[in-house]
């Protein structure tokens, strides 16, 4: 049976076994994926262990998107752009390969699954970290009117703003800076994990605004509740892009795309039972 799993630290919440067991059983495919936990020193050492014993895919999750990339011997273009990748495989000559399906995922549960069209939006993503470097090259594809990357700490969303200097000239901000109103606001920071909020000033909500938290939980993150709390016509979480890119890396695998919509539909109806 083909072996296949996600690595984090920490990672037991993962709900990724779950869906890509479900992939599967689309196309009658016997497949073995777990959660792993891997400490970050010993990120090397599991990646090319795991392939050598014939392993056949990981995703990659926090902490690991970018010390992953560095491993990889040949990348995507998405990958490569985000210095960042969540999808491992061997290709066709046995090189290590990294692929980044994040911002797909991302862009598909906005527009796919809620009907938000990003394209002539003013976005305000917060964070500068790998998972937002793992989503900008989608977003700035769907071509926003406006695009600000606002970081607790300046220089970090400055680098982003020269890796991405070719798909766009976007803004970068300290949160107290943040003085306009934006249709699209995106939570690409880990606070969601410690029950934290970023110092957002109500005002960044315009009319008719979605909330986005790339986290997602089984109840509303503090990011969702924030939403909700100041009038956000959609205040969504992660939980549909995580279904979205797993779909992605499932066609890098296997090559062909499962339906999402029976597992969304399946993992909505478990978190409203819980």
Not at 6 to 17: E, R
Not at 25 to 32: E, G, I, K, S, V
Not at 108 to 114: L, P, V
Request: proline share 4%; with cysteine.
């Amino acid at each position: 049976m083909s072996r296949f799993a996600v690595i984090g630290m920490p990672v037991k919440h993962s709900k990724s076994p779950a869906i890509h067991t479900q992939f599967a059983q689309q196309f009658n495919m016997p497949m073995d994926y777990e959660a792993i936990a891997v400490e970050q020193d010993d990120l090397a050492h599991f990646v090319h262990g795991f392939f050598a014993a014939g392993g056949k895919g990981l995703n990659v999750t926090l902490p690991h998107k970018e010390d992953a990339f560095s491993l990889c011997e040949a990348v995507s273009v998405r990958a490569a752009q985000a210095k960042a990748t969540n999808t491992l495989y061997l290709d066709q000559n046995g090189n290590l390969s990294g692929d980044n399906t994040d911002g797909l995922g991302l862009v598909a549960d906005i527009e796919g699954n809620h009907g938000f069209e990003i394209a002539q939006k003013r976005v305000l993503v917060l964070g500068a970290g790998g998972a937002v470097r793992g989503v900008l090259g989608p977003l700035i594809e769907r071509r926003p009117s406006r695009l600000v990357v606002a970081n607790r700490t300046r220089a970090k969303a400055e680098r982003l703003q020269g890796d991405f200097a070719e798909l766009m000239n976007f803004d970068v901000a300290d949160y107290d800076q943040l003085n306009s109103a934006f249709d699209l606001v995106i939570n690409g920071t880990s606070m969601s994990v410690s029950g934290r909020l970023p110092p957002l000033p109500v005002e960044v909500l315009a009319p008719g605004a979605c909330c986005y938290d790339m986290m997602y939980a089984d109840s509303d993150t503090p990011f969702v509740g924030w939403g909700k709390l100041h009038g956000a016509h959609l205040a969504l979480d992660g939980l549909g892009m995580l279904v979205e890119q797993a779909a992605e890396s499932f066609a890098i695998w296997h090559g062909k795309r499962p339906g999402t919509d029976a597992v969304l539909a399946q993992l909505g109806a478990q978190r409203s039972l819980g």
